[in-house]
């Protein structure tokens, strides 16, 4: 059931003038009463220096956009007199060249980052992306740290539902031994015994023992049949809590990471099992990406008030949320430091929250919450940059016990859509000047590149070498990414169905180049190499069957798309020691610059009107799914049912992809105009039918001329070719707006609309 808040109409606010700028009333209240109470900033500082930042790169910032447009522009024109598969790559290679598309490679790049924490730096584990502007999933994500193995495994499809073993209504005891005996074995894999096995295990107890560095805790197991082991690598043994001879809690520790052994002989779980273990907790989604962008629907001030809202309390400690469950009032708050004792004795304290990176917008889009001396919208993602590293330092100025982020005194911004080096130079620029504003130490600000479109793929070194001494991150994005592919090649040809895009050349050579290049330039020891999402939340066996690539490949995080899948995917990590893979692939020869420069295009199209017909349908069911939520719900990132009922997490990275697909095959005569129409009407009483239990859901199908949703995707689709790169922003926030002017304009509408809202 969707969370619906109190709805506001788009830019009700009477903006006030403040110097040079126009800010709507919600947003000055939010900073002067919110934000800059507790860092020692100024107001009057604050808003002079965004107007410094909007009249020192606005223009900029057009001119880069501007830049883009000039690009796709002399490839379209490329394409046209050179149709079909590029059959001259050099002779290709050399125009990308002259028109500035691929620029020199440098030589020799070496990051030199400093400040950063260890989940970035040192450490490999799960990613979670969460939308900020949901209060319980940034709270949910915020506290994936740690997870419970049981939990997982029990509510999950890795242990199948056979032999009595269902997961429906009760605690099912079978079911229960299934997990139970799972655990065993991965304790047995990760941790084990010098002799015997943990599936043996009646008692873990702890001894002192003498050592060089002093008197330590030694961890010690009675098996059945009376024999005694201990920990094959008894250097795994971390730390404890409770009575040494009848812990509580068993700390042990594998590639860096942390499992809880918790022990409760009167707890219910505990009670059944032979050692007294209650559960495995496993330390789990290291990191977070608090999302401001994709997966969130913030079209003007009243939203991104809750955005940077949100975030804020995260940076201050203080966000909590409440709902109801079960008929129960549930409340959600940041979860505190777990408190343990080393071996050696000492207090050990280990973090409770996943450390939190932004993820404020790129930069095609404007906002109206803030107008520039012309008048204008603002580019909004340099009002991100400056609101969401002003919340920071809340977090940085922190002292004592009080819930921290980073340990290291950093600010990690993911910043995504950015298209080459020049993009890159423009983002380091935009963030020392919000540290001046700020009076932030230069390099406070780190920056994750998402490597997600065409042009920042081909120019990868010369990306990184842009933000040598501030990245912190590299990701391959392969959903925008293949967006931007077919975008690019747009008038190339018709490109391939769906399907079979993910067996090109270019994403094997995308995916390589991205590993080889940030280990070549020096990540490893100083930032995260990240992989995509594992878009199926419901398919976690498929998951841990699939998803140990990413790790093996030599990347150092992966997205996953809940805290459940968080806790499978860290089971990767146990399996597969990344420093030791990237290690390995440290002098690996990239993948051919030839393979990642080949477009998806489909050398002799012979598909049959059923083929046709199927990608239809599939690709416009995604479309109306995702953006029927997203005008009419507000709602930016969900778990959207497929053509085959199967529910996949989308955002507006898949819609991109489904648009451009359809735009291709429109622009190429695959597909007409009327056969799409009749898709798009066939599809919406489906996507209807999928949504029928949601109460806040308004079907499309009883009046399709009305319904502002299926008009966005029918624009969506039928001018795919004409949005800037392809993104699906503009048309997403203008029928968004439009949307919410007209409920709020209806006679039964009360003060704030309650009833319809993100």
Known sequence: MSTLPTLQPAMTHVPTRLGNLQVADVLIRFVEDELLPGTGLSARRFWQGLATLMAELGAENQALLQRREDLQTRMDAWHRANPGPVQDMEAYTDFLKHIGYLVPEPVSVKVTTRGVDAEIADLAGPQLVVPVMNARYALNAANARWGSLYDALYGSDVIPETDGAGRQGPYNPVRGAKVIGAGRDLLDRIVPLATGSHHQAQRYFLSPTETPEGLRMTLSVALAGGQQAVLRSPQQFSGYLGDPACPGHILLINNGLHIDLQLDPTHPIGQQDAASIKDIVLESALTTIQDCEDSVAAVDADDKVLVYRNWLGLMTGSLTDSFIKRGDTVRRSLQADRQFVSAAGQPLRLPGRSLMLVRNVGHLMTTDAVLDARGAPVPEGILDGLVTAAAALHDLSARGNRIRNSREGSVYIVKPKMHGPEEVAFTCRLFGHIEQVLGMSRGTLKLGIMDEERRTSVNLKACIAAASDRVIFINTGFLDRTGDEIHTCMEAGPVVRKVNMKTQRWIGAYEDRNVTTGLACGLAGRGQIGKGMW???????????EKIAHPQAGASCAWVPSPTAATLHVLHYHQVSVAERQAQLQHSRPAALDDLLTPPLAEAPEWTAAEIDAELENNVQGVLGYVVRWIDMGI????????????????????????????????????????????????????????????????????????????????????????????????????????????????????????VGS
């Open 535 to 545: 878009a199926m939340p419901d398919n976690m066996a498929q998951m841990l069957r």
């Open 636 to 755: 930016g990132c969900s778990k959207v049912p497929d053509i085959h009922n199967v529910g996949l997490m989308e955002d507006r990275a898949t819609l991109r992809i489904s648009c451009q697909h359809l735009g291709n095959w429109l622009r190429h005569g695959v597909c007409s105009r009327e056969q799409v129409m009749a898709t798009l009407r066939r599809m919406a009483p489906v996507v209807d039918a999928q949504n029928r239990h949601d109460p806040a859901y308004q079907p499309m199908a009883d009046d399709l001329a009305d319904s502002i949703a299926f008009q966005a995707a029918s624009e969506l689709i039928f001018k795919a070719a004409e949005q800037p790169s392809g993104y699906t922003e503009p048309v997403l926030h203008s029928r968004r707006k439009q949307f919410k002017t007209r409920i709020c304009q209806r006679p039964e509408a009360e003060v704030g609309c309650v009833g």
